[in-house]
């Protein structure tokens, strides 16, 4: 193989994706508690929601350092593509950035370029599908860079979770002021800015009807759906995800769509219950 996706672990990867031998993963870590979970093949999702639970703290993340990226960078591939979380919302777009300078003040120039996927989780996902199909179209490193990013600036990042806790105690949601109290039990419909923040796009009482609410936004702003990729992902929910994709689908023509369940940092910050939806 002549080239190589990097994704940094809050992009989910499917069994499809994890089985071409194209792809490697940048974890992310998270202190629960006082314990470190890596976000890798180990990752337990069951498990680490119920230490979020139980722990009276708010779970924290940290990105891949440089060196770390520096050395996925190394290979026999002649071309590296890197997709990471927003750079608003994590350091790893940074970190990548830093771990390109040192792989290439050490070895020499390398094709490698760093996409700010602006989004995160499945957002990631669908970017680095992106670059998969480019490259398999024959494209040049150059013209697989400027369509990758033409695709990130017209992708759009929804979601509903049953708490934004984590979110907001993690300095995520800065800017943003009417969340209602969750006593009433208001869902709020978010999204994601060009600049890849987060904002609110509406609420709804109750989980249902505010998912509702985030299908007829996303209906009302998507455009050319039938030459786009519909992907979920979920964090231990998938009927509720399936549900979403049935509804979306009754709405407008997608090219394909797919549903995954959320990998570790997106874990930690949709909790339990969480559906974000990117197209």
Do not use: W
Not at 80 to 105: C, D, I, M, R
Not at 123 to 132: H, N
């Amino acid at each position: 193989m002549d080239y190589k996706i990097v994704v940094d672990s809050c992009g989910e990867l499917t069994d499809e994706m994890k089985k071409s031998g194209v792809y490697q993963t940048a974890s992310l870590s998270m202190l629960i508690d006082g314990t470190t979970v890596v976000d890798d093949e180990t990752f337990d999702q069951a498990d680490t929601l119920r230490r979020i639970a139980a722990s009276a703290e708010c779970p924290k993340s940290s990105c891949p350092s440089p060196e770390k990226y520096m050395e996925l960078y190394g290979g026999p591939e002649k071309r590296v593509y890197v997709v990471t979380l927003s750079s608003e919302l994590s350091g790893s777009y940074n970190s990548a950035q830093l771990g390109k300078k040192l792989y290439e003040e050490e070895h020499g120039d390398k094709q490698i370029h760093v996409f700010n996927s602006c989004s995160a989780s499945v957002g990631e996902t669908l970017i680095a599908l992106k670059v998969q199909e480019c490259e398999a179209a024959g494209m040049s490193f150059e013209e697989v860079v400027s369509a990758a990013e033409s695709y990130i600036e017209g992708q759009h990042t929804y979601f509903v979770l049953e708490n934004l806790d984590t979110l907001r105690k993690n300095g995520r949601l800065t800017g943003i002021k009417s969340i209602v109290a969750s006593a009433l039990n208001i869902k709020p419909v978010m999204g994601s800015t060009p600049q890849g923040t987060i904002c609110q796009l509406g609420q709804a009482r109750g989980i249902k009807r505010a998912l509702v609410r985030m299908t007829d936004c996303i209906a009302r702003e998507a455009v050319e759906t039938e030459k786009k990729v519909l992907g979920i992902s979920h964090c231990n929910c998938y009927e509720r995800a399936k549900e979403v994709e049935s509804i979306l689908l009754e709405k407008f023509r997608v090219k394909s769509s797919f549903i995954v369940d959320t990998a570790g940092i997106s874990t930690m910050y949709a909790n339990d219950g969480g559906v974000i939806v990117v197209i």
